[in-house]
């Protein structure tokens, strides 16, 4: 069994800063990359930013700049700056892991989602 969870979402003025974190827990044995996904009302889910085992992250171009995803241990972070009224959406993290049963068994798993929310 699998979790993530997802905490840091909130309502914030254009121009602020939200920080987002999701822990995975459970029979994990191996995590290969963390990432964080946002779905907006009437729009199709899209990737924010997702970091590698090693480091190497990647980040839509919308987010480019004034979006930072980091990873420590078993949990993954998005620092969000400059925020605009266009990234409201519910932000759901996202993990690709091997979890320990009898055998190894690699998945892709979700959160439950955050909502963030940017206006004035």
């Known amino acids: 069994q699998v979790q993530l969870v997802e905490s840091g979402g909130g309502w914030m003025q254009p121009g602020g800063s939200l920080r987002l974190s999701c822990a995975a827990s459970?029979?994990?044995?191996?995590?290969?990359?963390m990432g964080w996904y946002r779905q907006a009302p009437g729009k199709q889910r899209e990737l924010v930013a997702a970091?590698?085992?090693?480091?190497t992250t990647n980040y839509a171009d919308s987010v480019k700049g004034r979006f930072t995803i980091s990873r420590r241990k078993n949990t993954v972070y998005l620092q969000m700056n400059s925020l605009k009224p266009e990234d409201t959406a519910v932000y759901y993290c996202?993990?690709?892991?091997?979890?320990?049963?009898?055998?190894?068994?690699?998945?892709?798993?979700w959160g439950q989602g955050t909502q963030v929310t940017v206006s004035s």
């Open positions: 996202n993990a690709d892991l091997v979890v320990i049963t009898d055998t190894p068994v690699a998945g892709n798993y």
């Open positions: 459970g029979s994990i044995f191996r995590i290969y990359a």
């Open positions: 970091i590698t085992s090693l480091g």
